[in-house]
């Protein structure tokens, strides 16, 4: 990518972190110093444009999603926070929060064995492409005013995602915060389904078409609570802006 346009869309992009004003955010789809993106951190680099000191990103696997990659394994740093000095280039999900975060958790999620055809833009048309899954992941943030915050990004093979969410729901009791209230889900869970995704004890928090955030036709990202009640949720909805091929969600509870 020219350096211009590398200069381009960090200006789009602190423009947006800017714009959203928000004290925690979930990073999908980002890239730890891989080379088709400039080498950079990309999670530190919302932290800096934010001015927030705490952050952390979860490879789901190593190396770059459109060249040879591999799982991750126990001589990686599964977890690398504002605190790691790790330079092996890697490819996951993140959050950066304002709010000081008294501990980071991080919950391994096998991929699907199966991959599936999807379409992409080719020349101005949409071309099928067989696509295989990679390993996914969830990370976890206890924030000292008690919150339990958890970013995801699941598979796109149906059913496969349904049962990462699963996981990642009975995770979240598992860490210390027992305040249902104060526990909250977040992330691209690419199930297209509200009903689905809360099952019968969760609660969504915002609704709202999310993706292709061009022309949004159905939501695949989500805020789930069990504790929460919507009504003390304020949704704001973002136009489309070029930066990401999914609209932000964002929510302030009150």
């Known amino acids: 990518m020219p350096p211009d346009k590398n200069a381009d869309n960090a200006a789009l992009l602190e423009a947006e972190i800017s714009h959203l004003d928000s004290d925690v955010i ?18 530190a680099n919302v932290a800096d444009m934010m001015s927030a000191a705490h952050w952390a990103f979860a490879p789901s696997l190593m190396g770059s999603p459109d060249e040879d990659w591999r799982n991750p394994d126990h001589n990686d740093d599964k977890l690398i926070t504002e605190k790691s000095d790790v330079s092996l280039p890697g490819y996951g999900i993140g959050i950066v929060s304002k709010i000081p975060v008294l501990s980071w958790h991080r919950l391994d999620l096998k991929g699907s064995p199966v991959g599936v ?17 990679h390993p996914r992941s969830a990370v976890g943030a206890i924030l000292d005013n008690g919150w339990l915050v958890i970013n995801t990004h699941l598979s796109f093979v149906p059913f496969f995602n349904l049962v990462q969410l699963i996981k990642i729901k009975r995770w979240s009791h598992t860490l210390g915060v027992r305040d249902k209230s104060k526990i909250v889900i977040m992330g691209d869970l690419n199930i297209p389904f509200v009903r689905i995704v809360k099952g019968f004890t969760w609660k ?33 909805a973002y136009p489309h802006s070029g930066m990401s091929d999914h609209l932000p969600l964002q929510i302030e509870v009150n």
Do not use: C
């Open 26 to 43: 979930g990073l999908q789809e980002v890239d730890y110093f891989l080379a088709r993106s400039g080498n950079h951190n990309q999670v």
């Open 204 to 236: 969504s928090l915002a609704t709202q078409k999310t993706f292709p955030s061009w022309g949004p036709k159905v939501q695949i990202d989500y805020f789930l609570s069990q504790g929460v009640h919507p009504g003390d949720v304020v949704h704001t």
């Open 117 to 133: 055809m999807m379409a992409f833009p080719v020349d101005g048309k949409l071309k099928r492409f067989y696509v295989r899954d």
